[in-house]
């Protein structure tokens, strides 16, 4: 059900209210100007949480990325958390989790034709992306990670929350998981509700959007998760995941922020799922190596190591896997899949990248008949949502 996975440390509810006043300070000064929110002339689309953990952030932008990237020239900016690196970097074949993070570095991966960007400064990284200095004719940026980074001002703001995390049931830190009080979600222009089970009830849709309490501004949507087909991580042919046999031990290995979730899907295939969890970017060290190896080795016939698309970013960097452990580790790729009103969630995002692209195939599919001082108070830098539609 939905914000099962919650749970509240009431004793720290007093240092809650301590850091919601840091917060609410925070947000207030950015209200009335004393910190400023920086708007661009070319379209933002930011997505992010207010909470602390995994909503599903990559996979949303990955399904951005495959919406626009054919018709767009698509440049994704992220933090890339935990890099060791600093500064504006943009991704290259040279690249490696440890050079840009491990979330950009997936996204690399699946999209070679894409600009994939980190800098910590999201302001700088705009500029830098839009100046001509690094790429040419970027018409669309999406943010990862940054519903909270309020320097920028997105044409459009998607807050992701967790069907099994609602933030109307949550707290603030540290007693819960909200990283800003509830009220954040009144800046956003789009709430999906992420990691919703397959088989969710018209009844559950209704109370939801009910008690989401959104404006009506706001557009809600659902999504639940799909996953494809296995990829090996070092040798081997990938393989559909109807292909695990109810009696194969799975060593699920996660260093992600919940790696509940997958372990609730994999039990239809087997109910032999042996979890070794790491913190979310966990750096793999010889000792944990050591450990996978171990593991793995006390398992029975037949066995296979499954792992997230983000940790073998991080896995192929390591070195001392045994060579059992190389011919059976797998990746489990997911996606994102609307459970209701995708076309209208597609072209909501269309129509926004549209009315303020100038290079894009979208732009140029406009009305061929607007006056040209329309076309020419597109140079201004402005900020569009739905809101405004």
């Not at 950015?30 to 909470?51: A, M, Q, R, W, Y």
Request: glycine share 6%; with cysteine; net charge positive.
């Amino acid at each position: 059900m939905e914000g099962d996975f919650i749970k509240i440390n009431e004793w720290l509810l007093p240092l809650s209210w301590i850091y919601g006043l840091g917060v609410g300070l925070r947000n207030f000064m950015f209200e009335i100007g004393l910190l400023k929110s920086h708007s661009f002339d070319v379209p933002v689309i930011s997505v992010g949480n207010i909470t602390v953990g995994g909503t599903g952030k990559t996979p949303h932008v990955e399904y951005l990325i495959r919406l626009l990237k054919d018709k767009t020239k698509v440049a994704v900016l992220s933090r890339g958390y935990k890099r060791r690196t600093k500064g504006f970097i943009i991704a290259d074949k040279e690249s490696t989790a440890h050079t840009i993070g491990d979330e950009p570095m997936q996204m690399l991966h699946k999209f070679r034709d894409v600009t994939i960007a980190v800098d910590r400064k999201r302001v700088n990284g705009i500029r830098k992306l839009t100046d001509g200095s690094t790429v040419k004719d970027i018409d669309v940026i999406l943010l990862d990670d940054a519903f909270q980074h309020r320097y920028v001002k997105p044409g459009i703001n998607i807050l992701l929350v967790d069907y099994h995390r609602l933030i109307i049931y949550d707290k603030l830190l540290p007693a819960g998981r909200l990283r800003e009080p509830l009220s954040g979600k009144n800046r956003a222009d789009i709430v999906i509700v992420t990691k919703c089970p397959k088989d969710l009830k018209p009844m559950e849709f209704r109370v939801i959007t009910k008690a989401m309490n959104l404006y009506p501004y706001q557009h809600l949507y659902f999504t639940t998760l799909v996953y494809d087909n296995l990829q090996p991580v070092f040798c081997g042919e990938e393989r559909p995941l109807d292909s695990i046999s109810g009696n194969t031990n799975v060593l699920l290995l996660t260093g992600i922020a919940s790696p509940k979730q997958m372990a609730v899907d994999l039990r239809p295939y087997t109910q032999h799922i042996h979890q070794l969890t790491f913190a979310d970017h966990h750096r793999f060290k010889q000792g944990d190596i050591d450990r996978i190896n171990t593991a793995f080795a006390a398992l029975p016939h037949p066995k296979m190591i499954i792992t997230t698309e983000k940790d073998t970013t991080r896995i192929v960097e390591t070195s001392g896997l045994s060579e059992e452990v190389r011919h059976n580790m797998y990746a489990l790729p997911v996606r994102i899949q609307f459970m209701e009103k995708q076309e209208n969630f597609n072209e909501n995002i269309i129509g926004y990248v549209r009315k303020n692209s100038r290079n894009s195939i979208l732009a140029k599919t406009k009305d061929d008949h607007k006056s040209q001082n329309r076309d020419h108070s597109g140079n201004r830098p402005r900020t569009i949502s739905f809101r405004n539609n």
